[in-house]
């Protein structure tokens, strides 16, 4: 699915050397299944908050009785400590009611650091806390994690499991679209309309029988897919443009895929092939520029060009927005949109990212096309991690 | 699934009451898709952050370009405000790069508003620069919105659809338990030992077929269900407790259900159907409890001393909990867990809370058994949202 234009800066090379830092301790308050910095540092999946500690090089989890065992069985840290232990400890020491940052406190006095490195996302009311109670909090921005972004061998394998899942529901929803006949404008199968409704949940329960989770999966057809996150309801249109955008993440290894698809089930005009065959073209162009070290800024900027030179051009029509709109591409791995970008304010690639390119084009009237790939990024160029044929028409 | 003993401070009755409150703003930067506040206040879902500003009584979402139609026909809020404009405009004054912070500034400038009240959640680093740009921020612990707690009619119509998608999904499994056949201890179904994956697919594929999203479905066997949020793996046992705890959410209404039942597939020992029993006499005792102005903290208290009585201990044995070392319940809503909670840091309740009621007992040789209901506060009792029989043996 596209990402949103880029609003922070862009991050200079040298932060990309990881830093050693031994007078200050790293801290995570949150819930790894929402925050993916926590889970990559932890490989342990929790509903509600827990505490990561990184310290004089040691990995610290401090765990309610109820997660303890799992906690100790599964997450990929050095020490896990129970909560209530250290809660009761805290207690005797006078704190009536200690809080998590209590906790976190108790464990720091031990170390006697008094400098906290915390995520951007670092919630505002325990870092108040730990002002109180003396501590320095420095944050840095995403990536928290550098290597997060250069995925592993096995993080690529994870990825592309995820993209066969999402192909193969894919083809399952053509062939459904292939199936219909064509009517007053409209698809029909079984004597109803075909809905964006139905077309989602044949692509969401055949996820699910790989243990894939999809989830905002889009099949938007005529004006709603010039919206380009509008999921897409009611009948699907004949001979007009269809978006199908699926991004699962796996049940099992928790690593997302993404890929957008734009289909006719009929007849395209000559003005809707033609901006398909525009954003096809540039999609390719931009896949061809993909290699470790290229500007993610500046593949973005001369896809931008591109449509402009050819007439195609964005902006305000009519208090709506038209053209080509959102980023070009975004990482994809523990989270659907992740670092690095290829945007406006995009950031140098490097080899073993994986990227989405994605250009798209919306015009109320015409119609819209997205076409999403996902790449691995190589020294020399860049490896397609999709296997989907680009077709508009299906037949 | 059960919700880890509160680690908060109870909050004052007096929080109840909503102050107004004119000389400040409200502000969440967050995305919708994760922050079921946002969500609650907007009724719009985005993957990426976005503000929304509540001034002066007026409530404002700041939007990017991808997102502002979508925005201004589905939000529930005053005005919507295109992001790049507003960016243009503050780089036009000076400001070379700007921030989402330096975005809702310039908002606030026109306002002549300098006190910020945000989520307890509230990214840190944006706080850093609010601070910096001269706001007093000032956090609000959960609730932040007090009404999200009582539930409105068309709430509590929404969680019971997505609870009757949960009992006919748990149906399913228990009859393909029940198809089983038992042999060397184990399940087996159709030449194969009967696994917790497959169970768990069973009713994940289900829950998608009514646009419900299942994930963490616990189908834990034997030793594995000893741990409340052991997830379940590999082939299930005949004649030992099985637990089921399934918590979807419906994928349009995005509201969440919660059920969990324990099962044997043959014959349960003479000890585990007196875990059973008690579990289950408790569990409807606490359920009896429940009425506007309960105590959760006490409903919580008394069925640890009812256990306790019982002679069923908690506590460490061999280095891992065993009895019942998790809360009794928690709110179900917009997310899984939310307030209110009926645990060791408990509230008090009020009608038109949606909370379950989830007493357990793990002893690891011996076995686990967790039963969990999902009521609504009433006036003068509950009314019990869940309509699936308590049964321990499934023949």
Redesign the interface.
């Given at each position: 699915?596209?990402?949103?234009?880029e609003?922070?800066?862009r991050y200079a090379n040298s932060l990309w050397e990881i830093t050693v830092i031994d007078d200050r301790a790293t801290l995570m308050i949150a819930a790894s299944?929402?925050d993916s910095n926590l889970y990559y540092a932890t490989r342990f999946?929790?509903?509600?908050p827990f505490i990561l500690l990184e310290v004089k090089g040691e990995r610290i989890m401090v765990m309610?009785?109820?997660?303890?065992?799992?906690a100790r069985s599964q997450a990929t840290v050095d020490r896990v400590l129970p909560?209530s232990e250290i809660?009761r400890r805290v207690r005797a020491q006078g704190v009536p009611?200690?809080?998590?940052a209590d906790?976190v406190h108790a464990v720091l006095q031990e170390q006697a650091v008094k400098r906290i490195l915390?995520p951007?996302?670092?919630?505002?009311?325990?870092?108040?806390r730990f002002q109180q109670l003396g501590y320095q909090?420095e944050?840095k921005?995403e990536p928290f994690y550098e290597r997060r972004a250069v995925k592993t061998d096995q993080e690529v394998g994870f990825i592309e499991a995820t993209q066969r899942s999402t192909e193969a529901a894919v083809a399952a929803a053509h062939a459904a679209l292939r199936q219909a006949s064509m009517r007053e404008g409209l698809l029909w199968l079984e004597g109803e309309p075909l809905t964006s409704e139905r077309i989602k949940?044949l692509i969401?329960?055949k996820l699910?029988?790989w243990?894939c989770?999809g989830?905002?999966t889009i099949v938007a057809g005529g004006e709603q897919a010039c919206?380009?996150?509008?999921e897409g309801s009611g009948p699907l249109p004949a001979d007009h443009s269809i978006i199908f955008d699926v991004f699962p993440r796996s049940?099992y290894t928790r690593y997302y895929a993404d890929m957008a698809r734009t289909v006719v089930r009929g007849q395209a005009s000559p003005e809707l092939r033609r901006l398909y065959q525009i954003v096809k073209d540039v999609q390719e162009e931009a896949i061809s520029k993909i290699r470790d070290g290229a500007d993610g800024a500046k593949i973005h900027q001369e896809i931008c060009d591109r449509f402009e030179s050819a007439g195609y051009r964005t902006g305000l029509v009519n208090g709506?927005?038209q053209g080509f709109?959102?980023g070009t591409g975004h990482g994809v791995g523990l989270d659907?949109?992740e670092h690095p970008r290829i945007s406006r304010n995009g950031t140098y690639l490097q080899e073993g990212e994986v990227v989405t390119v994605e250009p798209g084009l919306y015009y109320p009237g015409l119609g819209a096309v997205r076409i999403e790939d996902m790449v691995l990024v190589t020294r020399d160029g860049c490896r397609n991690l999709t296997n989907f044929p680009k077709v508009l028409e299906l037949g």
């Open positions: 699915m596209p990402k949103d234009t609003k922070r800066s299944e929402s999946v929790a509903p509600d309610s009785d109820l997660e303890l065992d799992r909560y809660e009611e200690p809080g998590m906790i915390v951007g996302n670092f919630p505002f009311a325990f870092a108040q909090l944050t921005k949940k969401n329960v699910m029988e243990d989770v989830q905002h919206d380009p996150h509008h049940a709506r927005m709109f959102h659907i949109h």
